[in-house]
């Protein structure tokens, strides 16, 4: 249902549709269209993203239906070199690819099948044939800056030359959930779909560090830490409950494990896990690159698109950086029961994308 809804909303993106009566026509035939249609196109779509080998099969077939040059290219780069003699990165993508369908088949999510909704944090790069999906704290300002050199058109060349708010505003990128279930369908099929993620913890305690212990971020406080004062502090003062500016890192994990929180609705993204963010066991992410070796995966994604002469993917500021030492500065006044608690809830993001347990948590 929801499809159906969002499919007629979609085709009325502005710079998509004719003004005036031919609009309207456009919209009654296309919901005629669409009922008769989105039955089918929804099918092809669960299909395809409960059958992880379909892409490697069409790219190396050659039966796609339309996908751009460059989008071929750049799957082709990726898949169809020697498997036999791959370089280090070409053989450590695969084998965190391989990693990641190993843990989703012998931990069957709840969710079968994506709604358009589901697939908002999906960038979308029609031009090189590219998805992304971003990851608040997972350098998501500078791949939301490339993303709009690449789309731009030739209006922008230097990503740190675009202000980050501006990297911010939505309509500056396209999301896949615009977009209807067939015009969906084809992009999972044929671009080069990836994500960055991170050590979880490490980018929860950033997350923290950004939202909590700034004052510009005043709308934060506002929104979640007057909540939280609320609801995990024994007699607040009322400054902090107007405020909600003075949030504890102990506050916050209450926060995030008590279940209130989650029937309350999603988490924010700065601290929602990945796999709630981009399904990964539903869309088949070609790389998972991550922080840790930030520069030279989000490059090699570059030359993959074609672009890697043209944009060199800038580097993290250091001074503020949160580290595995900074996580542990922070979960060092965490008793085990809630460090016990906040594990299980980010257990599924550890397992899926490889990161191993912090030595400094006490789960026994
Ligand atoms: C593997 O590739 C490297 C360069 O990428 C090359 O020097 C080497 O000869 C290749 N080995 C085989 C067995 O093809
Ligand atoms: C998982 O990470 C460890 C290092 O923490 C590494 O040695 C291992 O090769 C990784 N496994 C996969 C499948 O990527």
Same mark, same amino acid.
């Given at each position: 249902?929801?499809? !159906?809804?969002?499919?007629?909303?979609?085709?009325?993106?502005?710079?998509?549709?004719?003004?005036?009566?031919?609009?309207?026509?456009?919209?009654?035939?296309?919901? $005629?269209?669409?009922?008769?249609?989105?039955?089918?196109?929804?099918?092809?779509?669960?299909?395809?993203?409960?059958?992880?080998?379909? +892409?490697?099969?069409?790219?190396?077939?050659? $039966?796609?239906?339309?996908?751009?040059?460059?989008? /071929?290219?750049? +799957?082709?780069?990726?898949?169809?070199?020697?498997?036999?003699?791959?370089?280090?990165?070409?053989?450590?993508?695969?084998?965190?690819?391989?990693?990641?369908?190993?843990?989703?088949?012998?931990?069957?999510?709840?969710?079968?099948? +994506? !709604?358009?909704?589901?697939? /908002?944090?999906?960038?979308?790069?029609?031009?090189?044939?590219?998805?992304?999906?971003?990851?608040?704290?997972?350098?998501?300002?500078?791949?939301?800056?490339?993303?709009?050199?690449?789309?731009?058109?030739?209006?922008?060349?230097?990503?740190?030359?675009?202000?980050?708010?501006?990297?911010?505003?939505?309509?500056?990128? $396209?999301?896949?959930?615009?977009?209807?279930?067939?015009?969906?369908?084809?992009?999972?099929?044929?671009?080069?779909?990836?994500?960055?993620?991170?050590?979880?913890?490490?980018?929860?305690?950033?997350?923290?560090?950004?939202?909590?212990?700034?004052?510009?971020?005043?709308? #934060?406080?506002?929104?979640?830490? !007057?909540?939280?004062? /609320?609801?995990? $502090?024994?007699?607040?003062?009322?400054?902090?409950?107007?405020?909600?500016?003075?949030?504890?890192?102990?506050? #916050?994990?209450?926060?995030?494990?008590?279940?209130?929180?989650? /029937?309350?609705?999603?988490?924010?993204?700065?601290?929602?896990?990945?796999?709630?963010?981009?399904?990964?066991?539903?869309?088949?992410?070609?790389?998972?690159?991550?922080?840790?070796?930030?520069?030279?995966?989000?490059?090699?994604?570059?030359?993959?698109?074609?672009?890697?002469?043209?944009?060199?993917?800038?580097?993290?500021?250091?001074?503020?950086?949160?580290?595995?030492?900074?996580?542990?500065?922070?979960?060092?006044?965490?008793?085990?029961?809630?460090?016990?608690?906040?594990?299980?809830?980010?257990?599924?993001?550890?397992?899926?994308?490889?990161?191993?347990?912090?030595?400094?948590?006490?789960?026994?």
């Amino acid at each position: 249902m929801a499809v !159906t809804r969002r499919d007629v909303t979609a085709d009325s993106v502005p710079g998509e549709s004719p003004p005036g009566s031919g609009f309207a026509m456009k919209r009654a035939r296309l919901a $005629r269209l669409l009922l008769a249609t989105c039955l089918g196109s929804l099918t092809m779509l669960i299909f395809y993203l409960q059958s992880g080998s379909v +892409l490697e099969a069409e790219v190396i077939v050659g $039966r796609n239906s339309s996908p751009s040059r460059t989008s /071929r290219t750049s +799957l082709q780069m990726l898949y169809s070199s020697d498997q036999t003699n791959l370089s280090d990165i070409q053989a450590s993508l695969k084998s965190r690819r391989e990693r990641l369908e190993e843990v989703c088949r012998s931990h069957p999510f709840k969710k079968q099948a +994506l !709604t358009p909704d589901d697939l /908002r944090h999906l960038i979308v790069d029609d031009e090189h044939g590219l998805l992304y999906c971003y990851v608040p704290k997972v350098a998501c300002t500078n791949w939301k800056r490339v993303m709009m050199v690449l789309t731009g058109g030739g209006r922008y060349q230097e990503p740190l030359a675009i202000p980050a708010n501006e990297a911010h505003v939505p309509s500056h990128l $396209r999301s896949l959930a615009d977009f209807s279930a067939s015009e969906i369908h084809r992009r999972l099929r044929s671009y080069l779909k990836f994500v960055f993620v991170r050590d979880p913890f490490e980018r929860l305690v950033s997350a923290y560090r950004n939202k909590f212990t700034r004052s510009y971020n005043s709308a #934060f406080h506002r929104r979640y830490g !007057t909540e939280i004062v /609320r609801q995990h $502090r024994r007699h607040p003062a009322p400054e902090a409950l107007r405020r909600g500016h003075d949030v504890s890192f102990a506050e #916050f994990l209450y926060y995030l494990v008590d279940p209130r929180t989650r /029937r309350q609705g999603p988490f924010n993204e700065h601290w929602e896990r990945v796999h709630q963010l981009c399904h990964p066991c539903l869309v088949h992410y070609d790389v998972v690159g991550k922080y840790e070796t930030l520069q030279q995966d989000a490059q090699y994604v570059l030359k993959l698109a074609g672009a890697g002469d043209k944009i060199h993917f800038p580097a993290l500021a250091k001074d503020s950086r949160t580290t595995g030492d900074t996580a542990a500065g922070f979960f060092s006044s965490i008793g085990p029961f809630y460090q016990r608690r906040l594990y299980s809830l980010y257990h599924m993001d550890f397992l899926l994308f490889n990161y191993s347990t912090p030595t400094y948590l006490q789960l026994r």
